[in-house]
Each structure stands twice: as structure tokens, then as C-alpha cells.
């Protein structure tokens, strides 16, 4: 009799815990998919029947006509946003609204990763933003350019010294190492080459950050999502306690060295320390990063309430701007390098610009006369708009809200506090309402003619409204530094190995290719900027190494 008692009770919570939520928004008047019981619609990147990248597109294209549908991440109801003004309604209008992502890690579990910008909410989120915009403002990354500009002219002279015809190379693994580079000077001050010393702390800790190949992590993972309280109560964390030790030592050691020999330098820990002092920053113009730059919103944070700075704090927004450098940007620079690689005519056309302008300045480049390079723009853009970041991103609703119905077939769509939504950036990219033909790479959709007919809010590839993505002008020029140089010393090639179509892995957690992202790297003797019908020749001299790395604060 006992164990009937303990079955029931037993079918009764799962029935109300994992099988009851798969019809919440059926119950609520919205179409949905059909999930599996307990891991709902995630069994398609668990099994490994799509991508994470495919499975976003599949649930964006559900239901077409729609402004929005359900699906499950495991037990979790998730609305997914189609529609762009339903998007800018729920960013930017009423973004009071939904001002938080969502929770996944406890802060006693895991108090360094609760306490940066992206997991922050509320009050302590406004006024943490507040603070780091002034790192970001496009005045503060001019001044941070020649950190960058140095750190790609010593990414390519590593490969110039290769005496190789043809240098076969994996992209994400060389990308995330120029990546890790740019954010450890950057974000802790610290400098770093990866390339000639691969096996350097920070870019060790990168790889294992973003590793989540093991069961371990992956259970780890899947528990914030699946039992949220469980994993609460155990206390689990999102990393390793080491990796979170790592940052916090690196960067309380680096405060102590920078506070003691009154060091200063042009970047984001000098601007959280200034805001410990409640010093203010006056912003200044400068020529924006680019079309896909991101609107920069007013926030109530005042620089005098963070003199309670702590220096964990800091090591928090430190540690996830590496992860977001070292993670989404390789990512970003591996698929703009192979679509340069299989559309040659569109990196020919790219090349001759950088020539031009590296011949109008005296074989240097400029902050200014980077962001001048038109089709540079162009490509950049349309490299985002393709492949985006982040192929999703997530709100939750702080107050309730109530979607009003439109289409004659939408009924009122009450939100409660707690409720999630998602903005598919790879779904509104690759619909064919929003561009034509959007499997193509075309950088003309962002040429002077055509970006005005751009939807607004249909090219989102560092989200939207105020919680957008604090970085887009730093990860801009970033990228557009580094194409510049690389392809100013060589022409990327597919080689053997090279998946033609590309063809992405369902494996991984991260976006890529079956295979990887192998290359080639092609060094140019000399180089043809195409003027109309005449046909300049550039010799080639390689990049001046304006200066090395060393292990210094």
C-alpha cells in the first residue's frame, strides 16, 4: 500500500513539474510546438538533429504569419519573438518591463559570475551599465585603437615568418588566441601573445570556459535549466572554482601593482577603478564603429554610487568580457574569414580598399580612416548579419505585461513575473521577408542605397534596446582591424580539407563547421587595387611590429 501511496505521489509531481508546462501555452491561446516530456523541444540539439543555430531558425519558422509561438527549454515555456515592432514594443517601449535576462546561477553558488553585467538585474544592472558605458563610448575605444592595431599587425608577422607557400590553419583556435590577446590587455591590463605562447594562463582558461564537450559540464549546464532549485541548493556553479580564483587573483593583483606604482592606462579596469574614486567621464564625438553599432541608452546609475566598488566586482566584469571576446568575436572572425574565402570576388573587392587606404596614409592605418572604409563596413555588417554573435538571446519579465492581440487569430497574451522570452537575431536574420535571398553573402544590402530599406529592428546582431550588447564598437573595430591586416598580407584560400558548402556541426554548442574552420593563408608579394580600368601594383611590405608583448601590468 505504501509503495502504491509513493507512485502516485510520484506521478503526481512529475505530472505537475515536467508534463503539465508543456501546455501552458496552448492553455493561453498561443500556437506551439510538441515537446518531449521533461526535455520539451531541446531533443533536437540534444540528439544532435539540428544545430543550436538550425534548431533557432526551426523555431522561428514555425507557424508563419505569426507574430509569436511556444516552445520548451526542457520544462520552461518560451515565447519566441517574429515579429520586428513586437520586438521594439518589448525592448524599447516597455523595456521597464523586461530589464533582466534570465537567472541561471546562484549568486552564493557562483558569486563572480552573478555579479557581471549580463547576469546583473535591476537597479544594480542600470547602475553597473551606467558605469561601463564609459568604457565603451566610441571616444574611449579611439583611444584603445592602437592596442588593437598593434596586437593585429603582431598577429600577422607571426605568420609572415612562416616560409610556407600555403599556411593551413584552423580559424577558431587562431582567432580566439588574437581574441584572447586584444581582451587580456584590454579588460585586466595584462599583455599577452598567444600565438607564441599557446599554452599562455588566459588563453588556457579560455578554452576551458567555453568547453562544454564533457558530461560533466554539459549535466552541469542542463541542471540550471532543468531543476533550478536543486542546483541551488547543492550549490553548483557555473565554472570551476579555480577558473574563478584565476580571474579574481589576476585582476586583485593587478589593481594592488597599478594602485601602488600609480600606473594608467587606456582601458576598461582604469574605468571601473576612476568610478570607485566617483570620478565622471565626459564623453566626446568621434566617427562611429559602423552601421552595426548599437544605440547607447540613458540610464539612472550616477558615478559617485559605485565607491563601493568592491575588487570582486570588478574581476566580475573583467571575466565576462573575456569570455564575450574570446567566445562570440573568434566566432564571428572564423565565419567572415571563410565566407571571404569562397565569395574571392568580395575579398579582392575588400582587399583594393584596404590598399587604397593603407597607400593614402603613408602604409599605416588610423582609427579614423578605418571607420571611414566604406565597403569594409559593408562586409563586416553583412558577416553579422549572417552569422550574428549570439544566435539568441533572452528577456524576463520584471512586471506583468499583457501582449495585446493584432491578427485576428491572436488573443490577449498575459505575461507574469518570471516569464521568459526569446529574440531569435539568427531567425529575423535569415528570413527572406526581412532579406532577400538571405543565405547569400551579399554586402551590398548594406551599401548607401539599400541600408535605408533595412526594417528597422529586423537586424539586431547585437540585440536590442537598452540591455543590447554594451561591446558592438569594441568587437566593430576589433574585427575590422584584424581583416585589415590579414588581408593586407594575404589572400584566404579553401583548401582540401575546407567543407564547401559549409555545413554546420550538430555536435557542438558553439556554432562551426563539421570539420572546423580550416583555411588557408596565402602570402601576397604583391597586391592589384582595381581603379576602374586601370590596374595599380602595390608592393608588398610587411607589417612594422609597433611593439611586443611582455607579461607586465
Known sequence: MLWIILLITLAVLIWFRFL????????????????????????RTIFRQMSVLESIEFYYNMFPGSRYSGMYQFSIPTLVIKDSELLKQLTVRDFDHFTDHRILVDADADPLWAANLFALTGQKWKDMRATLSGSFSSSKIKRMFHIMNGAAENFVNFFLTKNEALIEVEMRDTFSRFANDIIATTAFGI??????????????????????????????????????????????????????????????????????????????????????????????????????????????????????????????????????????????????????????????????????????????????????????????????????????????????????????D?????????????????????????????????????????????????YVPFGAGPRNCIASRFALLELKTLFYHLLLNFEIEPTKVTTVPLKLCKKTFSPSPVGGFWLGLKRLTSLLKFAGKHTITVEFVPCRVLFSYQNTF
Do not use: C
Open 191 to 408: 599583455e599577452v601573445d598567444s600565438l607564441k605562447s599557446p599554452n599562455n594562463p588566459f588563453h588556457i582558461m579560455g578554452k576551458r570556459i567555453t568547453d562544454f564537450s564533457s558530461l560533466i559540464k554539459r549535466l552541469r549546464f542542463f541542471a540550471f535549466l532543468i531543476v533550478p532549485k536543486v542546483a541551488k541548493l547543492l550549490k553548483i556553479s557555473l565554472f570551476d572554482k579555480d577558473i574563478s580564483s584565476f580571474f579574481y587573483k589576476t585582476i586583485k593583483e593587478t589593481i594592488q601593482v597599478r594602485e601602488e606604482k600609480g600606473i594608467v592606462r587606456e582601458d576598461m579596469l582604469n574605468i571601473l577603478l576612476e568610478a570607485r574614486k566617483g570620478t565622471q567621464h565626459e564623453y566626446s564625438e568621434t566617427i562611429e564603429t559602423g552601421f552595426a553599432t548599437v544605440k547607447e541608452y540613458t540610464h539612472s546609475g550616477k558615478g559617485p554610487q559605485f565607491a563601493n566598488l568592491t575588487d570582486a566586482d570588478i574581476a566580475a566584469q573583467a571575466m565576462v568580457f573575456y569570455l564575450a571576446g574570446f567566445d562570440t568575436i573568434s566566432n564571428a572572425m572564423s565565419f567572415g574569414s571563410y565566407e571571404l574565402a569562397v565569395n574571392k570576388e568580395i575579398q579582392n573587392k575588400l582587399r583594393s580598399e584596404i590598399v587604397e587606404t593603407h597607400k593614402l596614409n603613408g602604409g599605416k592605418v588610423t582609427y579614423d580612416s578605418l571607420l571611414k572604409m566604406k565597403y569594409m563596413d559593408k562586409v563586416i555588417s553583412e558577416i553579422l548579419r549572417k552569422w550574428p554573435p549570439a544566435g539568441v538571446v533572452d528577456r524576463v519579465a520584471t512586471k506583468p505585461y499583457t501582449i495585446k492581440p493584432v491578427n485576428a
Open 20 to 43: 503539465k508546462p508543456m501546455n501552458h501555452f496552448t492553455r493561453i491561446g498561443v500556437k506551439q510546438t510538441k515537446p518531449w516530456p521533461i526535455i520539451g523541444d531541446l531533443w
Open 410 to 458: 491572436e488573443k490577449p497574451v498575459h505575461l507574469k513575473v518570471g516569464d521568459l522570452f526569446w529574440i531569435p537575431m539568427f531567425g529575423f536574420h535569415r528570413d527572406p521577408k526581412n532579406f532577400e535571398n538571405p543565405t547569400k553573402f551579399d554586402p551590398e544590402r548594406f551599401s548607401d542605397e539599400n541600408k535605408g530599406n533595412i526594417k528597422p529592428y529586423t
